[in-house]
């Protein structure tokens, strides 16, 4: 019997089922007293921010207690005020409505992400969604509510704008990444370093207006409100932590920092003046390796990771890694080192030469943009 690419789709359905069930039998584990916990969070800090300051969002001797008090563990509030603001209009609805509003917006944010990113047409792109989903880290960003979704779409829609020769509204666009830095911060300075000079200018401007804007309504204050909360909540039993200073020793964290910068560079440097799919893939591997705090379920940023290096029309072996990846970040819970060695030789691996040949050396509508 032939094997077919309708075998192909059966099996991926199959399994995705079966990942879909291992997805609902995980939620026993993250039950929270209250439904959406990250969702609440900000639910919260924009309630006490309209009504008595935004500095108060900050304050774990304000914050906690009240969060506390619903969610039944402390949660403080560590993003840029900006999310607060964003998820303002929605605190003035009962929690339970809002939540699903939420919801709803995070899954046309993942529509979004998926349309712009993951390659292939009809039935080949419906796969790549239906995989992500059932991904656990991605599942369990839509139960907790957690903005590392909307970073997703906001990075997707940057590379489609980019691609397209938009840099300078692909820079803006990417400037929501202040909504939760730490999950593609690499980005920008892996665009600049790929010659895309105009996308970080833009990008640097309008994250300079966004952070002056969130300095003055939070005070100076913020710094010593957040370092206060850090410390409360140290030790404290939470999701598993994925980066390298939470998973090893520090001086060994320090040296796989620097080899995974090392790395990343060399990757994007090769890549300089092309496309910009693998320069922010890999920016968006090294990141999630590098950052101090990267929770298990934003591990959504690598899923768009795959996506834009399967827009590239990589070699059959680096189809095999990608299999690899896909398997470790579902486990990631359980074995967290592995899922961090699994994107190491996934990021080393874009060092040789992953794509078809000549598959990247075509002209493409930004090619102007790379040169500034």
């Not at 560079?265 to 591997?285: C, E, H, K, N, T």
């Given at each position: 019997m032939r094997f077919t690419s309708r075998h192909l789709t059966v099996g991926v359905i199959a399994a995705s089922l079966v990942l879909a069930l291992c997805d609902v039998l995980w939620l026993d584990t993250y039950r929270y007293a209250v439904a959406s916990p990250d969702f609440f969070v900000y639910y919260l800090a924009a309630q006490l921010g309209s009504a008595h300051g935004w500095t108060v969002i900050y304050d774990p001797s304000i914050f906690l207690p009240a969060e506390r008090a619903v969610v039944g563990r402390p949660l403080p509030y560590l993003n840029p005020p900006e999310l607060a603001w964003l998820v303002?209009?929605?605190?003035?609805?009962?929690?339970?409505?809002?939540?699903?509003?939420?919801?709803?917006?995070?899954?046309?944010?993942?529509?979004?992400?998926?349309?712009?990113?993951?390659?292939?047409?009809?039935?080949?792109?419906?796969?790549?969604?239906?995989?992500?989903?059932?991904?656990?880290?991605?599942?369990?960003?839509?139960?907790?509510?957690?903005?590392?979704?909307?970073?997703?779409?906001?990075?997707?829609?940057?590379?489609?704008?980019?691609?397209?020769?938009?840099?300078?509204?692909?820079?803006?666009?990417?400037?929501?990444?202040?909504?939760?830095?730490?999950?593609?911060?690499?980005?920008?300075?892996?665009?600049?370093?790929?010659?895309?000079?105009?996308?970080?200018?833009?990008?640097?401007?309008?994250?300079?207006?966004?952070?002056?804007?969130?300095?003055?309504?939070?005070?100076?204050?913020?710094?010593?409100?957040?370092?206060?909360?850090?410390?409360?909540?140290?030790?404290?039993?939470?999701?598993?932590?994925?980066?390298?200073?939470?998973?090893?020793?520090?001086?060994?964290?320090?040296?796989?920092?620097?080899?995974?910068?090392?790395?990343?560079?060399?990757?994007?440097?090769?890549?300089?003046?092309?496309?910009?799919?693998?320069?922010?893939?890999?920016?968006?591997?090294?990141?999630?390796?590098?950052?101090?705090?990267?929770n298990f379920y934003d591990l959504s940023a690598v899923v768009l990771a795959g996506w834009l290096v399967l827009q590239t029309r990589p070699r059959r072996w680096q189809w095999l890694i990608l299999f690899g990846v896909y398997v470790a970040l579902d486990l990631a819970p359980i074995w967290p080192v592995l899922t961090i060695a699994a994107l190491g030789v996934w990021l080393v691996s874009l060092l040789m030469p992953w794509a078809a040949p000549n598959a990247l050396d075509q002209p493409v509508t930004q090619a102007g943009t790379a040169a500034a």
């Open positions: 303002l209009p929605l605190s003035w609805l009962p929690y339970a409505i809002a939540a699903w509003i939420w919801k709803a917006i995070l899954a046309a944010a993942f529509i979004v992400a998926w349309s712009l990113a993951a390659p292939g047409r009809r039935s080949a792109k419906m796969l790549y969604g239906v995989t992500a989903v059932v991904l656990l880290p991605v599942f369990i960003s839509f139960f907790f509510g957690q903005v590392s979704v909307l970073i997703v779409a906001v990075v997707a829609g940057s590379w489609w704008l980019i691609r397209r020769d938009q840099p300078w509204v692909a820079g803006l666009t990417l400037s929501l990444l202040i909504l939760k830095p730490q999950l593609a911060f690499l980005v920008p300075p892996a665009l600049l370093l790929a010659g895309f000079g105009r996308v970080f200018v833009s990008w640097l401007l309008g994250t300079a207006v966004l952070g002056a804007a969130a300095l003055l309504m939070v005070g100076p204050s913020v710094f010593s409100h957040v370092a206060r909360s850090l410390a409360l909540i140290q030790g404290v039993p939470g999701p598993v932590q994925l980066s390298l200073e939470r998973q090893f020793p520090l001086p060994i964290a320090v040296i796989g920092i620097a080899i995974v910068l090392l790395a990343a560079g060399a990757v994007v440097l090769r890549a300089r003046g092309r496309d910009p799919s693998i320069p922010m893939a890999a920016a968006l591997i090294a990141g999630i390796l590098v950052s101090p705090y990267i």
